[in-house]
């Protein structure tokens, strides 16, 4: 599971979560935090997981094991 928590207020917003070549391999709309993504059915590897809406965007990096 991955927790996700922010003071950020995400309206109109999504979440991707982008496999290492960039394919799209989750969305999330509607963003309410906190937030768990369950990511049990992803390969192991590394992720970028991005955060956008109309007034941010940004970008983590994920290990998935």
Avoid: A, H, W
Wanted: charged share 20%; with cysteine; hydrophobic share 40%.
């Amino acid at each position: 599971i991955l927790s996700i928590n922010s003071k950020l207020k995400m309206d109109n917003g999504q979440i991707k979560i982008m496999n290492s070549i960039g394919q799209e391999v989750r969305r999330i709309t509607n963003i309410q935090f906190p937030l768990s993504i369950d990511i049990s059915t992803l390969s192991p590897g590394i992720y970028s997981v991005k955060f956008l809406s109309d007034k941010y965007c940004f970008s983590k990096k994920i290990l998935v094991q």
